[in-house]
């Protein structure tokens, strides 16, 4: 088969690599890719949100299969136009992906089939915004509604810090579009844990827990990112409470978009809390989260086509998918500055000299000979352990040769809880 993956990222170069290892793959490309995938696939220069062109370049070269990786692309409809075109392609149709595109969308159906999540309230006028904070009082929650990069959530401790999140939303258009309308929600406690589900618009298998952590800082500080690291499985993701997910928020929210006309197909994130009353949904994602891709595919024991062939044909049902008894632990090496200003071109040294993990390109290039910084998150270093201890020594200690000017990492990931 001639598969091509959309994106460019650590959670595309995961899933690259765990299609280079299925025996049905003959030829792999990626759109746009990096110097890591490069290593792996046929990097090609479509960006990925250029619907129209990736939709031209497949069918041109006669992909068998697309497997559309970031959230963009997906809320833009890619997709459909694949389809359209006769391409099989692995996501959600613009019309589900809209659970992730929107959260006024994705709170109003959790109000609407009981699915529990925080009290919340959505607002498109500023002045109603604010007043309804200083009602509500602090702790806050403020989310702009669309796509953010990962970053449009503030969980404001003050009243003061949740206006000023509202008013870069709203006035300033820190987000553009996607912050003209704000969700505001109660600020929930307890343990955050991940779980990832494919998916088939009917079926669901979930994938083991993982847990990512947002903040740029140890001790779980500074602005949010779009994940410093991620661990697989988390200690607080118990049977008793992984079968209560599943009958209380996974297999209720498969049921409302198939009620919705919406059948969800690809892979759906539950962002979760486990509150003192019970898993509650943060939000929801329309795709593989990313660090949390990197740590899970690491454990993945079964030919990732084959899932994701099930997940288009509705057959995932008939399908056993396995997965490695060991822990596994994702440890991102970050551009200084980011998640705000930082410089690219930075040399990138010590990847040769990694043992004992995989490391997955996120924001690189090659120039002259050399790989160098291309974003905000470098590289994800992702190891395998016996416990999830020996997973967590074993990324940080194969991250040691690594070094670029500026680098940045949490020294606390899988113990920041």
């Not at 403020?142 to 990962?150: E, M, Q, S, T």
């Not at 990694?354 to 994800?380: D, L, P, Q």
């Amino acid at each position: 088969m001639r598969v091509l993956v959309v994106g460019s990222g650590g959670r595309e170069h995961a899933i690259v690599w765990a299609l280079s290892k299925s025996p049905r793959v003959t030829e792999l490309f990626c759109a746009p890719g990096n110097a890591g995938i490069a290593q792996l696939a046929t990097c090609v220069p479509v960006k990925a949100t250029d619907v129209d062109a990736m939709v031209a370049w497949a069918k041109e070269n006669k992909m068998d299969f697309v497997m559309v990786a970031p959230d963009d692309p997906l809320a833009l409809g890619m997709v459909d136009a694949l389809e359209k075109a006769g391409i099989p392609a692995f996501g959600p149709r613009k019309n589900a992906a809209v659970i992730e595109a929107s959260k006024a969308f994705s709170k109003e159906l959790m109000r609407k089939y009981h699915i529990p999540t925080a009290k919340y309230a959505t607002f498109t006028d500023m002045d109603a915004a604010i007043q309804y904070i200083h009602e509500q009082g602090a702790p806050i929650v403020v989310k702009a509604d669309g796509l953010a990069l990962g970053k449009g959530v503030t969980v404001a401790a003050t009243e003061d810090e949740a206006v000023e999140a509202v008013r870069e939303m709203m006035a300033d258009n820190k987000f553009g579009a996607s912050g003209s309308t704000v969700v505001i929600e109660e600020c929930m406690t307890g343990p955050e844990v991940t779980v990832l589900c494919f998916a088939d618009g009917e079926h669901i298998a979930p994938m083991p827990s993982s847990q990512d952590h947002k903040r740029a800082f140890d001790g779980n500080q500074g602005p949010n990112t779009g994940g410093m690291g991620a661990i697989s499985p988390t200690p607080y993701y118990t049977p008793e409470i992984a079968q209560k997910c599943v009958t209380e928020i996974f297999e209720p929210t498969m049921a409302a978009m198939k009620a919705e006309g919406r059948p969800f197909q690809g892979v759906i994130y539950f962002g979760l809390m486990l509150t003192p009353e019970g898993p509650k949904v943060v939000e929801y994602n329309a795709r593989f989260g990313d660090p949390e891709c990197q740590a899970l595919l690491m454990r993945l024991d079964t030919d990732l086509m084959d899932i994701l062939e099930a997940c288009v044909n509705g057959t995932l049902d008939r399908l056993d998918i396995h997965w490695k008894q060991e822990a596994s632990c994702c440890l991102v090496l970050a551009s200084g500055g980011y998640p705000v200003a930082y410089e690219k071109g930075k040399v990138i040294t010590g990847l040769d000299a990694v043992e004992n993990a995989i490391v997955f390109h996120a924001g690189t290039a090659a120039k002259n000979g050399a790989i160098v910084t291309n974003g905000g998150r470098g590289v994800g270093v992702t190891a395998l352990g016996k416990t999830l201890e020996d997973a967590i020594q074993n990324a940080y200690a194969a991250a040691k040769p690594i070094h670029f000017d500026g680098m940045h990492f949490r020294t606390d990931i899988g113990h920041a809880f």
